[in-house]
């Protein structure tokens, strides 16, 4: 073979593994939707509750990984005094899930109180209902509740059926996940509302205010 033709099968080998990866780069492709509007866009005021934005600090936004965010205490009308704290964590790449109050909390001196946890549904909607969970944690005598759930955008239906193994519940052994991620947590006091009535009323006047936020394709999750 000449030394001409070797080039051009050298030539036509690269070309090929080229066009190879090309392929397997685009059969691997993620998808991560954008929100379809800013979390800023939640109203402030929701049926029976009236909120404001509360200031967080850069470093806790930083180690929070999060694309973007909204901070906001939203007051009861129906229930004077009683306040939550809603903490929505959107991250393009799903870092943020490596944020959940399981991971965050006992870093910060909480002691998780598993008798004051549980899953709970509440009707998301006419056809659905949306199952949470309402952790409990503990410092000395300071009780405080999280409702938690989070949504993953983007991803497979493999990806998706597996992440519904406890084990996996959150991401894959720890690595974020292959689409874009939202999780939702409202934080209250634990002496208010203990049978979860008004996180439920609230949960569902939320629910109707993310829905032209959220991207239509995806999955949601519960477990922290």
């Given at each position: ?97 490596r944020h959940t109050p399981d991971i965050c909390l006992p870093s ?76 939702v947590e409202v934080f209250y006091p ?35």
């Amino acid at each position: 073979m000449t030394t001409l033709k070797r080039c051009g099968v050298c030539a036509a080998m690269l070309a090929l593994g080229l066009a190879a990866r090309a392929g397997l780069e685009r059969l691997d492709a993620t998808e991560r939707p954008p929100l379809q509007r800013p979390l800023t866009s939640l109203p402030m005021d929701l049926p029976g509750w009236v909120g404001r934005d509360v200031p967080v600090a850069p470093s806790i936004v930083e180690r929070a990984q999060t694309t973007e965010y909204l901070n906001r205490e939203y007051e009861s009308l129906r229930r004077p005094g009683l306040k939550f704290t809603l903490w929505i964590n959107y991250s393009e790449f799903g870092t943020n899930l490596r944020h959940t109050p399981d991971i965050c909390l006992p870093s910060s001196g909480w002691e998780k109180v598993e008798s004051l946890t549980r899953e709970l549904q509440f009707p998301a909607d006419d056809a659905r209902d949306l199952t949470i969970t309402r952790l409990g944690y503990a410092q000395g005598d300071l009780v405080k509740h999280v409702g938690f759930w989070y949504y993953i955008f983007g991803a497979g239906k493999l990806e998706n059926y597996v992440r519904r193994f406890p084990v996996t519940s959150r991401s894959s052994h720890g690595r974020t996940t292959r689409g874009s991620s939202m999780t939702v947590e409202v934080f209250y006091p634990g002496a208010a509302d203990p049978d979860a009535v008004a996180l439920g009323e609230f949960a569902r006047e939320l629910l109707a205010a993310l829905e032209p936020i959220l991207p239509a394709d995806r999955a949601e999750y519960h477990v922290p």
